[in-house]
């Protein structure tokens, strides 16, 4: 399950769609795919539930005014849903009676809502990891209180479009955290200690022309699914490949370029447009 515009589809093995729903909400960060076979996702302005037959069946949604964007979205197991709520400096978990039931401010840098936060996990420790613009990434605890702190800056200079750009943070089942860094480029794998025991990015790959190194998952067998593309990018010769499957030992055994999936889902590429972007993979197998 792939979002990125305003679209969230299902991407089959054979690189056909098999499900799309376009929310035309001013584009979508997150989704995910529920056990109950619903899709959860959020938009700039709320967050929202559908049923395969696109069905709403349960949303949060904040007013439409300026000062408002939601970030990011995880459903959790307690039924809660977590949010980053850029415009207000927090991120919260609210219940599906639509109360708030945990609240924690955030630091942030800049007075631009857009450019203070991406996306945002609950991991195994009950803490949450957010993606910090514009190069950090945090662990606070539900009082607020900060436990890690990574400077992407300490991973060398960056690669790709010139800046650093926090993303996604997303913790792996040993434990490390898969980084990706935005216009810099990269995808980093992060032990306990704050090494990159891995990387992608175009110093492991001269070859890939890496417009944003957006969402990332890692499958069971152990391969890494990465998202590739950039709404800022005018032209569809820097988009060739939209999504990677790439081993641990960096050897790519399966692409989708950018010529595939617009058909399907009537990608915008027409040059000096903005392209649409594929942000995300969905957290799960769908």
Known sequence: MVAGGNKVFVLEPDKTVSWVYQANAGGLYDAWPLESGHVLFSTRCGVHEVTPQKKIV?????????????????????????MIDSGNNRLVEV???????VEVLLPSTSE????????????????????????????VDAAGKLHREIDLKRYGKPQGQGMLHSFEVLELDDGNLL???GFDGRWLEIDADGNAVWEF?????????????????????GHFILCNA??????PEQQKVQLLEVTPDHKIVNRVLFDELAPLIQLNKEKGKNMDYIHLIGAKPF
């Open 112 to 139: 631009k809502i857009h450019w203070r936060y991406r996306l945002g996990r609950k991991n195994r420790r009950g803490n949450y990891l957010v993606a910090m613009l514009p190069d950090k990434i945090i662990e």
């Open 230 to 235: 950039d709404y800022h990018t005018t032209d």
């Open 58 to 82: 349960w949303e949060y949604v904040l007013e439409k005014k300026r000062g408002v964007e939601i970030d990011a979205c995880q459903p959790l197991e307690n039924g809660n849903v977590l």
């Open 179 to 181: 980084v990706s860094t």
């Open 95 to 101: 219940n599906k009676d639509n109360d708030i039931v």
């Open 201 to 221: 990015s175009k110093q492991t790959h001269p070859d890939i022309e890496i417009c944003f190194a957006g969402g990332a998952q890692q499958l069971e067998n």
